[in-house]
């Protein structure tokens, strides 16, 4: 079945560091692909997404480019700060259907 | 921005209890979903709805139950609370067509079972 395989966590960098968090995925078709953040204490929020082969999603600064033949949709920033603490989750969702399936989640931690 | 509520945000009961978790959106969304959020963070799909009158079982088994009589309501209940269902709950809803449109979460509610 479907399935989205995140980068294991916790991930700690310092302010302005470069941030990858590596996300692949199985799944039959053409999914689309989207990352989520989660702040502490709240709910989950769409990042950014792509909905087909070689799109790149982005906001805030970040970014992703749907890769079908690596079968990877990689979370890059350039510079990240304090306030990007939080867990990411890669989903994709496939059909009309829509529902969500969720990797692992990776949560970042940014020093100052 | 979402408009998508959830009642209460956090809640302690005693084993054995009735509880009801509310969800609400006032963005018309046709489908609405319910989460099960394990500490270790993972998401698991326990229920969903594509509409007034729809409810289905999602990915994971879940004791509890749902109803969906209005488009924007779709609460969940658990009808004996035990602490294996010590979690957080998120709603999320969508439009209805296509997968590439984005799922708007609620703030969650954080269950706490004793």
Not at chain 2, 20 to 36: A, F, P, R, V
Request: glycine share 10%; proline share 4%; hydrophobic share 30%.
């Amino acid at each position: 079945g479907d399935s989205v395989t995140q980068m294991e966590g916790p991930v700690t960098l310092s302010e302005e560091a470069f941030l990858t968090i590596n996300c692949t995925y199985t799944a039959t078709g053409y999914p689309s692909l989207f990352w989520y953040v989660q702040y502490p204490g709240e709910g989950l929020q769409l990042l950014l997404k792509a909905t087909k082969a070689d799109d790149k999603g982005s906001n805030k600064g970040f970014e992703a480019t749907y890769r079908k033949e690596t079968t990877s949709f990689h979370l890059e920033k350039g510079s990240v700060q304090v306030s990007d603490s939080a867990v990411y989750f890669c989903a994709l969702s496939r059909g009309q259907g829509g529902k969500l399936i969720f990797g692992q989640g990776t949560e970042l931690s940014v020093k100052p | 921005e979402a408009d998508i509520y959830q009642t209460p945000r956090y809640l302690v009961i005693g084993t054995g209890k009735k509880i009801t978790l509310e969800c609400s959106q006032t963005m018309g969304h046709d489908k609405m979903y319910w989460y099960q959020q394990d500490p270790g963070m993972e998401l698991h799909l326990i229920h969903y709805s594509y509409g007034v009158n729809s409810t289905e079982k999602g990915d994971l088994s879940s004791e509890s139950t749902v109803s969906r009589i209005r488009t924007e309501h779709f609460p969940l209940t658990l009808e004996s609370a035990r602490p294996s269902h010590t979690s957080q709950y998120l709603c999320a809803s969508s439009e209805y067509t296509g997968s590439g449109k984005t799922q708007y979460f609620g703030p969650g509610t954080r269950l706490l079972v004793l």
